[in-house]
Nanobody, 127 residues
Framework: QVQLVESGGGLVQTGGSLRLSCAAS????????MGWFRQGPGKEREFLAA????????YYADSVKGRFTISRDNAKNTVYLQMNSLKAEDTAVYYC????????????????????WGQGTQVTVSS
């Protein structure tokens, strides 16, 4: 049974930082690209960042490029999202997800290509 468990969310002031973690179990973590998404109030779930299964390739949405950094530790079965210079519009529930296909040669942004999802962690940025 695959489980993805996010942690690290919370309340932070504008300009602050948070680091989210996503601990995976029940899958060969090192074989899967991983992604981070978020869903704000009244909005659709949007792609933020993805990292390849070896960790050598990353891709970011324009909205977070230069502020967020995705990384992974395959020895710990964990993917991270370092978020800096947070803005009020970053307020959302943040989700990690695993690619549906192992050893995919390139990272993907389409939500439908990810099959397992965590329960989400709330990030609230106050001005």
């Amino acid at each position: 049974q695959v489980q993805l468990v996010e942690s690290g969310g919370g309340l932070v002031q504008t300009g602050g930082s948070l680091r989210l973690s996503c601990a995976a179990s029940g899958l060969t973590f090192s074989a899967y690209n991983m992604g981070w998404f978020r869903q704000g109030p009244g909005k659709e779930r949007e792609f933020l960042a993805a990292i390849s299964w070896r960790g050598g390739n990353t891709y970011y949405a324009d909205s977070v490029k230069g502020r967020f950094t995705i990384s992974r530790d395959n020895a710990k079965n964990t993917v991270y999202l370092q978020m800096n210079s947070l803005k009020a519009e970053d307020t959302a529930v943040y989700y990690c997800a695993s690619d549906a296909k192992p050893l995919r040669p390139s990272v993907i942004v389409e939500r439908t290509s990810y099959d397992y999802w965590g329960q989400g962690t709330q990030v609230t940025v106050s001005s």
